[in-house]
């Protein structure tokens, strides 16, 4: 039940932060209308929030685990939303990303 706590809240910080940036991103990039911005920036507020669930009590290794998340999200989000066709290498990045969060976090202490 743990790791899938962990790997939902990870999930619920991705889509707030990185669905927060990319607001901001059509508000400024694409002038898409600054109340993008505002709903942006009520996404990343949001965000900063999540990490406060997770149930490892250490900040820096909460968030350098999910950084990972962040980056694989992030690629993951571009191909929905935007229609980015990632490379090989953007994907093996990921996936060694996200091998870097596995062992951040479920490694035996």
């Not at 685990?65 to 992030?74: H, I, P, Q, R």
């Amino acid at each position: 039940m743990g790791v899938l706590r962990t790997m939902a809240l990870f999930a619920v910080a991705a889509l707030a932060e990185i669905g927060g940036a990319w607001l901001v991103w059509q508000a400024v990039r694409e002038h898409r209308g600054w109340w993008l911005a505002g709903l942006g920036v009520l996404a990343l507020g949001l965000y900063g929030f999540v990490a406060t669930f997770q149930q490892d009590a250490n900040f820096g290794r909460v968030l350098a685990a999910y950084g990972g998340v962040f980056v694989a999200g992030s690629l993951l989000w571009g191909v929905v939303m935007d229609g980015f066709r990632p490379g090989r290498w953007d994907i093996t990045g990921a996936l060694i990303c996200l091998l870097g969060v596995a062992v951040i976090m479920f490694a035996p202490r």
